[in-house]
């Protein structure tokens, strides 16, 4: 497998030229920021996983948090506007539940800022003319643990060299932690999160979650393996047959749900 296979699958799939390889993609999203500069706050929708949320951390910056639309799972103009407003000066785009999220509105906001458009959810998710991951400054793709390609690793997608560049050089600068401290790092959050999520069900105290992600930050400190550029390219090649089934898969779930008290995200 060589480094050109794998940057020719994505630059085919995606259509953009600077392809940067990231061990996951809340590193990239770390590398980003550092890459971008500056020190505002950073826009996101309030569903986010919290390994972006470290990330923003890590970068120096703060989350500043958005609603989403209770039907779609998707981030308001409004909320993009008040972020603006409030001094922040990226966005991260994210793709949930297999939805395309229109970054045009959050890219007119954030003109002249930086937009991540992070495809998370809904690799090959497409408006009339834009692929998820792509509309934006730079874009994420993700292939571990419950992406839709679950071979590891991560790739992020760049218009601009120099940005590519400087984002590469963020990584090669970022020491990789040891395997086994990432998962007893992930082990200790767990066990912490599902104890104050208990104690948030049993009597409304929110107070266990204070704290959680303290010494969280080298658990995102994966380093890229090569052999993840071969197992992705491969995979990108059946792609298109997958995703044709998920869809189906989406409409047997959409129609079996109907006459119940369930609504489907978007």
Known sequence: MTADRFTQSLQDFFALEHI???????????????????????ALQASVCHDVIVAVLMSGRQPFFCDVDPETGLTPA????????????AAIVIHLYGNFADATTARA????????????????ARSA?????????????????TKHIEVGGAAL?????????????VLLDT????L???????????????????????????????GLLEGYAP?????????????????????????AQRQVKAIHWHKAIEGTDLLPVG
């Open 175 to 178: 020491s990789p932690s040891r």
């Open 109 to 124: 906001v954030f003109k002249g800022k930086l937009v991540i458009n992070d495809a998370a959810q809904a690799l090959g």
């Open 78 to 89: 409004t909320e993009w506007q008040r972020a603006a407003a409030a001094g922040a000066e």
């Open 157 to 169: 997608l760049f218009r601009d060299a120099t940005l590519a560049k400087a984002c590469r050089d």
């Open 20 to 42: 940067v390889p990231a061990g996951r993609g809340a590193l990239g999203i770390y590398a980003i920021l550092k890459a971008w500069g500056g020190s505002g706050s950073v």
């Open 180 to 210: 086994t401290e990432i998962i007893d790092i992930n082990a200790r959050f767990r066990t912490r999160f599902n104890a104050a999520r208990d104690q948030l069900v049993a009597n409304g105290d929110h107070y266990g979650f204070a």
């Open 219 to 243: 658990a995102l400190r994966i380093a890229w393996q090569p052999q993840w550029g071969e197992a992705i390219s491969n995979a990108l090649q059946n792609y298109p047959s997958r995703l």
């Open 129 to 145: 003319n834009l692929l998820a991951g792509t509309d934006g400054d730079v874009g994420i793709i993700s292939f571990g643990k």
